[in-house]
């Protein structure tokens, strides 16, 4: 069962879209196994965005991450990574699908709602980034046989 990062942004919570983005993922049959509400300190804004460290833009980034605290989640499922970055959309909310969570929610490149990991093992290093192991939960299968075919899943 693959595992990914889903960061909800400030913007999320500044408009009071926290349960509606959440309730798309679980409605989706997405397993939350982990969450929490924490502010970005630098040092895990620059580790979490290091990749866009030196880009002109970054020091607004920062500063909008910073604004309010994020919601992370560990989110669970078959293909998680892929099927929240398809439910995600693509970054700029002005193009992104309707539909799809920026597509719906989001106007902007930066203000884009959310943060979703995009691949396994970028997946596991961000899930270690902003968990710890006792903060990820692992509750049994309790709707697996509902959602996937017994072959897609060991149940």
Not at 14 to 26: C, D, N, T, V
Not at 87 to 100: D, E, L, Y
Not at 133 to 154: K, R
């Amino acid at each position: 069962m693959e595992r990914t990062l889903v960061l909800l942004k400030p913007s999320v919570v500044k408009r009071m879209l926290m349960g509606e983005i959440i309730s798309r993922f679980e409605r989706k049959g997405l397993r939350i196994i982990g969450m929490k509400m924490l502010y970005m300190t630098d040092e895990l804004v620059e580790e979490h965005y290091s990749h866009l460290k030196d880009k002109p833009f970054f020091p607004l980034l920062k500063k909008s991450m910073q604004q309010t605290p994020i919601v992370a989640m560990c989110v669970e499922g078959v293909e998680v990574v892929r099927v929240v970055r398809a439910m995600a959309g693509v970054t700029n909310g002005r193009n992104a699908a309707i539909g799809t969570i920026r597509g719906d929610y989001a106007m902007s490149n930066q203000q884009n709602i959310v943060h979703a990991s995009d691949g396994v093992h970028v997946a596991k290093e961000e899930i270690n980034r902003f968990f710890k192991p006792e903060e990820v939960f692992d509750f049994g299968d309790l709707n697996f046989s509902s959602l996937y075919a017994v072959d897609e899943v060991d149940m």
